[in-house]
């Protein structure tokens, strides 16, 4: 068995002669001998290089351009790139050391690349402080500050530095230094100008500046390539001016502009509705009738017509089979309600020379044309709103609801007989009171005893007749010479429900006859 102490004795001289061998001295001279060798065998610029274009910083290369930095302190690469690598390995206080003496460098590149630095290095340092300490708020100012520094330099900044610049005064919370670079920027990047202004755009908007972002949506217009980049730009400007309640600057500018983009129907619509909402009668209706005319192709337009008379006077006479009042609207649904005591057909005519010629229209929308009648409407103008109402029911005859209107504003353009005409098409095709008594207002002043007639007679289906309706019925047939006809109808009548006041009125036109 061996001695334990000898043991010992080996291995604490084994430990001295290993710590002789490995001293720190060693290995930091060993460092530097590798150092020179490499720069004497190597070229210093390859060297360089090939640290430079390392994709990662690490501890080895940082002290590498350490060392080389001490042997070419005045390198002004040499210094910037060990200041990347001390921020890519979180070196933070060592990086600001090493660009100090390059902040005010009179060489423009390196000045900016080292203020950029700078910049990024001041961003990280504060962006690590708590929120709200006053610490944090001293660094934003210190951030705010070097932008102010190289934007007032009167050195050259490239579109990326100004990006940079931008995003860098938005993280900040200065949306109107930001602002002011991307209008920077649209000035000077012209084949992305449009995008900078309208970025520069939404910056004012933000801050409620509603002309200031509108004028910059309008510079974003001048530079647009495409038609539809150039309606997005208008569109908003106006839109913007609207949302300040700034109306009337909105119709100028709006007119200004205008030509800059296509008329098409969204802008027309638009420009409509701004018109309504600023209570510019003139101006929407003008922009009405452009939209009327937008899909106007002259061989296929639509003339509208001037007048409308009846094609022929006769009347038919096949009320005695009317239904009665349980099965009418049943029978209304399946084929035309045949009380028809009067009907006339009626067709449009066109003068060789009308009083008031109109354009020829787009196809008929009702989308569109319900707007354009409500419009004409508002600014009072009911010969257009006629005129419209017109070629609305040529091309959509079966629409009730233009027939509607066209009555409407026939009649409060004088045209009686018109008016007369559709409430009696509405009256066949969907039986109502309301139309029966419309038709039996304005009979009388078109002197019309045939709708009156008709009239009477369809209101003795849904409901009594009075007195003086009754007695009404019998003067429009004795005037139409037809005593006859009233006294079958009123005998047909008797003998569903004999009622007094029919045997007296029978007894009245035999005595007549």
């Known amino acids: 068995m061996k001695n334990p102490s000898a043991l010992h004795v080996l291995r604490q001289s084994d430990r001295q002669s290993k710590e002789r061998l490995f001293s720190l001295w060693s290995i930091l001279l060993f460092a530097v001998g590798i150092v020179f060798v490499l720069m004497t065998l190597f070229p210093k610029q390859r060297i360089f290089n090939q640290v430079a274009q390392a994709n990662q910083a690490s501890t080895v290369s940082t002290f590498f351009l350490e060392n080389l930095l001490r042997a070419r302190p005045d390198d002004a690469d040499l210094r910037l790139l060990l200041a990347h690598h001390y921020l890519e390995v979180g070196q933070i206080t060592q990086a600001q050391t090493t660009l100090t003496q390059l902040l005010d460098s009179t060489q423009d590149d390196v000045w900016l690349k080292a203020r950029l630095l700078a910049l990024r290095l001041q961003k990280i340092r504060t962006l690590a402080l708590p929120e709200g300490s006053l610490q944090r708020q001293n660094g934003m100012g210190q951030l705010r500050d070097q932008i102010h520094v190289m934007i007032s330099s009167g050195h050259s900044l490239q579109t990326k530095v100004l990006t940079q610049l931008a995003q860098s005064a938005q993280l900040i919370g200065e949306p109107e230094l930001a602002q002011m670079l991307y209008e920077r920027l649209g000035t000077q990047s012209e084949p992305q100008s449009s995008a900078w202004f309208a970025k520069a755009a939404g910056l004012a908007l933000e801050r409620s500046a509603y002309k200031q972002a509108a004028s910059l949506y309008f510079s974003a217009l001048r530079y647009a390539q495409t038609q539809q980049e150039k309606k997005a730009y208008y569109m908003a400007a106006l839109k913007v001016l609207q949302a300040g309640n700034f109306l009337a600057e909105a119709i100028q500018q709006a007119q200004t502009h205008l030509e800059d983009v296509n008329q098409d129907e969204e802008i027309l619509l638009f420009l409509i509705a701004l018109g309504r909402a600023a209570g510019n009668g003139a101006f929407a209706q003008k922009y009405v009738k452009d939209l009327l005319r937008i899909a106007f192709v002259p061989t296929t337009g639509h003339v509208i017509p001037t007048r409308y008379e009846p094609k022929s006077q006769e009347a038919t006479h096949s009320w005695i089979f009317a239904p009665t009042a349980s099965n009418m609207h049943m029978d209304s649904r399946t084929e035309r309600w045949r009380t028809t005591y009067g009907r006339r057909e009626y067709r449009w005519l066109t003068n060789s020379q009308p009083s008031h010629q109109h354009p020829a229209l787009r196809p008929f929308d009702d989308r569109i044309y319900s707007l354009a009648y409500t419009v004409f409407l508002e600014n009072q103008n009911l010969q257009d709103a006629f005129a419209l109402a017109q070629a609305a029911v040529q091309q959509a005859p079966q629409r009730l ?102 045997l007296e009125a029978i007894a009245v036109l035999y005595r007549r006859m």
């Open 401 to 502: 609801t233009w027939r509607k209107r066209l009555a409407q504003v026939a009649e409060w353009t004088g045209r009686q007989d018109v008016a007369l005409a559709q409430w009696r098409f509405m009256a066949e095709r969907n039986p109502s009171i309301a139309s029966f008594e419309q038709i039996l207002r304005l009979a009388p002043g078109a002197w019309n005893d045939a709708q009156v007639i008709f009239s009477l007679l369809g209101l003795g289906k849904i409901r009594s007749l009075s007195d003086e309706e009754w007695h009404r019925l019998i003067d429009a047939f004795e005037r139409e010479g037809q005593p006859k006809q009233a006294i079958a109808y009123l005998t047909h009548l008797n003998q569903q429900s004999t009622a007094r006041p029919l």
